[in-house]
């Protein structure tokens, strides 16, 4: 049995989805922390992602799916076995960000020597002061931390996707702590165990597989074999694709994986440059 540790919150969703393609369909999530997996060798456990790593580290998990931020501010000692940049509403990393108010005198961080600063990201907050000789009051912040200044503290450390909310709240961004994406972790003991090390290289190669189908799509076309030449030099787009001859003297079938977002501008050229059959269909995972 191996032992799985996947977040609440909001990246309780995308992940779940992530999951699904790569074949494993949970559910029950939403009346217990316990739900149900359709695989009998995978137990799963949803945890705050803040607490995921630590638990990891001392073998309560034997993996878990997390973000690189919070494995850096709990200082945890895991096997990082892969990373994939994906979140609720968009696939770029999140940033943790130092945030003042816009009118605030605070232009640097040398500038918060001294002051009070609202995160819940305290570890990491600390540290990164510290790098920079800068002795600040760190307060652990439950939520809504955004309010806080400049009537509670004088900056945050908050993270964000879009950075939308800190201008709503009429903050400013003074410096980027860190970039996080979300990371597959692994006890290194359960990583030392052959059965568990087997279990773990499939489980991240399948979700690997399903990262690598985001916004991908297959086209399948057959084409005058005289324009090959042609339509590769049209459109770039289209590397590498496979090729098979048909039955048909003078026509060869192409098949290529392609983003989803040029498949409206490439299937009017593919016609036009004589294109038949052509077919768009959904990929559930891309292994490279």
Same mark, same amino acid.
């Given at each position: 049995?191996? *032992?799985?540790?996947?977040?609440?919150?909001?990246?309780?969703?995308?992940?779940?989805?992530?999951?699904?393609?790569? =074949?494993?369909?949970?559910?029950?999530?939403?009346?217990?922390?316990?739900?149900?997996?359709?695989?009998?060798?995978?137990?799963?456990?949803?945890? *705050?992602?803040?607490?995921?790593? %630590?638990?990891?580290?001392?073998?309560?998990?034997?993996?878990?799916?997390?973000?690189?931020?919070?494995?850096?501010?709990?200082?945890?000692?895991?096997?990082?076995?892969?990373?994939?940049?994906?979140?609720?509403?968009?696939? @770029?990393?999140?940033?943790?960000?130092? @945030?003042?108010?816009?009118?605030?005198?605070?232009?640097?961080?040398?500038?918060?020597?001294?002051?009070?600063?609202?995160?819940?990201?305290?570890?990491?907050?600390? *540290?990164?002061?510290?790098?920079?000789?800068?002795?600040?009051?760190?307060?652990?912040?439950?939520? @809504?931390?955004?309010?806080?200044?400049?009537?509670?503290?004088? @900056?945050?450390?908050?993270?964000?996707?879009?950075?939308?909310?800190?201008?709503?709240?009429?903050?400013?961004?003074?410096?980027?702590?860190?970039?996080?994406?979300?990371?597959?972790?692994?006890?290194?003991?359960?990583?030392?165990?052959?059965?568990?090390?087997?279990?773990?290289?499939?489980?991240?190669?399948?979700?690997?597989?399903?990262?690598?189908? *985001?916004?991908?799509?297959?086209?399948?076309?057959?084409?005058?074999?005289?324009?090959?030449?042609?339509?590769?030099?049209?459109?770039?787009?289209?590397?590498?694709?496979?090729? =098979?001859?048909?039955?048909?003297?003078?026509?060869?079938?192409?098949?290529?994986?392609?983003?989803?977002?040029?498949? %409206?501008?490439?299937?009017?050229?593919?016609?036009?440059?004589?294109?038949?059959?052509?077919?768009?269909?959904?990929?559930?995972?891309?292994?490279?």
């Amino acid at each position: 049995m191996l *032992r799985v540790g996947l977040p609440t919150g909001s990246l309780q969703e995308p992940t779940f989805a992530l999951f699904a393609k790569a =074949g494993f369909h949970i559910s029950g999530a939403s009346r217990s922390y316990k739900p149900t997996v359709d695989d009998p060798e995978l137990q799963i456990r949803l945890l *705050r992602a803040q607490e995921i790593s %630590r638990y990891v580290e001392h073998g309560f998990l034997d993996c878990g799916l997390t973000g690189k931020d919070w494995i850096e501010n709990n200082g945890s000692d895991v096997a990082r076995l892969s990373e994939m940049t994906f979140s609720k509403t968009s696939a @770029a990393p999140t940033r943790w960000v130092i @945030a003042v108010p816009e009118d605030s005198a605070i232009k640097t961080v040398q500038d918060l020597q001294g002051k009070v600063i609202a995160t819940e990201a305290v570890e990491m907050t600390r *540290r990164y002061l510290g790098q920079h000789g800068v002795t600040a009051v760190v307060e652990f912040s439950w939520g @809504a931390t955004e309010v806080k200044v400049p009537d509670l503290v004088d @900056a945050i450390v908050d993270v964000t996707e879009t950075g939308s909310s800190l201008r709503a709240n009429k903050l400013r961004i003074l410096e980027t702590i860190m970039e996080s994406s979300p990371q597959f972790i692994a006890n290194h003991t359960a990583f030392a165990d052959a059965w568990k090390k087997a279990k773990l290289e499939k489980l991240v190669l399948l979700l690997e597989g399903a990262y690598n189908a *985001r916004d991908k799509v297959g086209l399948k076309m057959n084409l005058p074999e005289l324009r090959l030449g042609e339509l590769l030099e049209t459109l770039p787009a289209l590397r590498n694709p496979t090729i =098979g001859k048909l039955a048909v003297e003078g026509w060869i079938a192409i098949e290529v994986i392609i983003d989803e977002k040029i498949v %409206r501008e490439i299937i009017p050229q593919l016609k036009e440059l004589g294109a038949e059959g052509i077919i768009e269909y959904p990929l559930n995972k891309v292994v490279y």
